[in-house]
């Protein structure tokens, strides 16, 4: 029994940093969607466009690892915080990374289901984060 409670002992701090990472989920949602010049909630819900759901669907895998090596890096809810804000940052870089060097065609071949660019976009959303991540463990 008293292992079991030393176990639950974390169990605040799991819910305040797992209901904190939602919160960022949700505004790096919102975020990421005002900043591109594509609407992929449309693209994806209305318009079933598959580049746009990689895209996007990278881009948040991308920043979803950047926040869970800030969650398991970080010494307090302020600098978890701090980084998390930081992972959102490089994700809209990424972005712009792809829009403007790699791909400059990205809005227009997304809007028109390239799926290729998708991917492209997708991809580099989660080398991003990846190196993100891996950035945050000091």
């Not at 600098?79 to 998390?84: L, P, V």
Request: charged share 10%; with cysteine; aromatic share 14%.
């Amino acid at each position: 029994m008293e292992a079991l409670q030393n176990s639950l002992l974390g169990l605040g701090n799991f819910a305040l940093y797992f209901a904190i990472s939602l919160v960022f989920l949700f505004l790096f949602k919102a975020i990421y969607a005002w900043f591109t010049p594509h609407d992929e909630w449309k693209l994806v819900k209305e318009e079933k466009n598959i580049a746009a759901a990689v895209g996007f669907s990278g881009a948040i895998i991308g920043f979803c690892l950047a926040l869970a090596s800030a969650a398991s890096n970080s010494v307090s809810i302020i600098d978890y915080t701090i980084w998390a804000v930081v992972a959102l940052i490089a994700q809209l870089i990424a972005f712009v990374i792809v829009r403007f060097v790699f791909m400059p065609k990205l809005v227009q071949r997304i809007n028109d289901n390239e799926i290729s660019a998708g991917i492209m976009l997708g991809g580099t959303s989660i080398a991003v984060g990846l190196l993100n991540a891996a950035c945050m463990t000091y």
